[in-house]
């Protein structure tokens, strides 16, 4: 009988012949070598695209975590790649370092950050795969391989955004900062205000972001800062109980759209403001308890307030089931092949929808806007791109689809979504180049 796996909001399924949780690299080689294909790689099921869908087997890195070695005088560390990043805040932590950026969930395995391009915000902050100094991964024949900035840049960067295809990754080598402390501020403004002055208010702190909620009129905008003052008590949030009444709202005041706005709008403009200083790992994460799927695109910079204020009209006008808050970040520009960030500076959009409703309808109508102006997926979030597409928005892209043959010319690690992606034709007895 086969296995059966989800994502964690439970939209992509799978009932693989094998879940495979080997305890070591050696354990892996093996499975590379011998498993029933094609071969997916499982981090945290924090993606919402079928990146780990198989019905050959699923290998779950979940045992190949912790720290390896470290370096204190440059701040480096090595761990293994199925380490949460819950974990690795506070392994980083005990040896006083800490990742220099990070996103709102604390859950995914670093390999599968890595491999997805997942990114916290700042114009001059890096995604998780900028960090990268040498990486260990298994290709598709089962033969360990390590890349270095030092002697393999080329590689490091068509590897290190590799979407679990080019070689499931073992160990990472990461470039941090010295431990930290943070100031963080939450205050509300009115949407047009932040729209107009967005490049002045996103690069005037070393991390900032922007929540709007729909109907709300308003955005909740949080900065952060480095700090060296004393840490003080970081507020109680109270998201998950928001939700919850944004939900109720939307559902007994559906035919009262005045209403359901004029309630939001004076909740929201009067939420309170936040300010406290922390430790980095006390800072980036909050609680994600209710399950949601999520687009997200990653645009050129100066399209963002252009891209979301036609995604507010959108979602106001023909989606008002949707009560979720859209993300607004930023992310400094890069040199990795299939980066999402590759050579500009960007603004990231992030629209998401109750994992109770059907998702499809909302993110179908909204993509079409972000691909207008110039947007580039994120790979582990829902869209409807294949290799044309990505064609077109990665100039590395050739390059890279060489790199990966290279690592698997037998295409151990292709599904038949990941051949879509690709552009690989599957033949009738499997996936060819």
């Known amino acids: 009988m086969a296995a059966a796996w989800s994502n964690w909001s439970g939209f992509v399924t799978a009932s693989p012949q094998l879940i495979a949780t080997p305890a070591d690299a050696g354990e892996l080689v093996e499975l590379v070598r011998s498993a029933p294909g094609p071969l997916r790689v499982a981090g945290a099921g924090h993606s919402f695209t079928p990146l780990v869908q198989s019905d050959g087997t699923i290998v779950s890195l979940e045992k190949i975590e912790g720290l390896v ?23 980083l932590q005990d040896i006083g370092q800490g990742l220099p950026n990070m996103g709102d969930i604390d859950r995914q395995a670093i390999g599968g950050a890595l491999g997805t391009a997942t990114h916290g915000s700042g114009s001059s902050l890096g995604a998780y795969h900028t960090q990268l100094e040498a990486l260990q991964l298994v290709d598709g024949q089962g033969k360990l391989r390590e890349y270095s900035r030092a002697d393999d840049l080329d590689m490091i960067h068509a590897t290190g955004v590799a979407l679990g295809s080019f070689g499931v990754l073992t160990e990472v080598t990461m470039n941090n900062i010295a ?3 943070l100031r963080r501020r939450k205050w509300v403004l009115p949407v047009g205000d932040m729209l107009r002055d967005f490049e002045t208010m996103m690069a005037a702190h070393r991390s900032a972001e922007f929540y709007y909620i729909p109907f709300a009129d308003y955005v909740q905008f949080i900065a ?45 403009k009067k939420m309170p403001s936040e300010d406290y200083v922390q430790d980095w790992l006390n800072v980036y994460a909050s609680d994600r308890r209710t399950k949601f799927n999520e687009m997200e695109y990653h645009l050129p910079y100066e399209e ?6 036609e995604i507010i009209a959108l979602t106001e006008k023909h989606f008002p089931e949707v009560y979720f808050p859209m993300e607004v970040r930023s992310v400094a520009p890069d040199e990795f092949w299939l980066s999402p960030f590759y050579k500009r500076l960007t603004c990231s959009i992030a629209i998401h929808h109750d994992a109770a409703n059907d998702p499809l309808p909302f993110m179908r109508a909204a993509e079409p806007i972000f691909r207008k102006y110039g947007g580039r997926p994120h790979w582990g979030k829902m869209h409807g791109l ?11 892209w050739d390059d890279a689809m060489a790199v990966r043959r290279d690592i698997d010319p037998k295409n151990r690690f292709v599904s038949p979504y990941m051949a879509g992606l690709f552009g690989i034709e599957p033949s009738p007895f499997g996936i060819r180049r």
């Not at 963002?304 to 204020?309: N, S, T, V």
């Not at 294949?386 to 590395?396: G, V």
């Open 304 to 309: 963002g307030p252009k891209a979301l204020a």
């Open 224 to 268: 952060s800062d480095l700090s060296d003052a004393p840490p003080t008590p970081r507020p109680t949030e109270d998201d998950e109980e928001g939700l919850a009444t944004l939900r109720k709202l939307r559902t007994t005041l559906r035919w009262l759209p005045l209403l359901r706005r004029a309630l939001i709008r004076g909740a929201v």
């Open 386 to 396: 294949k290799a044309a597409d990505f064609r077109k928005l990665y100039p590395r």
């Open 69 to 91: 070695s470290h370096e204190a005088a440059v701040n480096r560390a090595r761990v293994r790649a199925g380490t949460r990043l819950g974990a690795l805040m506070q392994i």
């Open 179 to 181: 431990t930290y402390r």
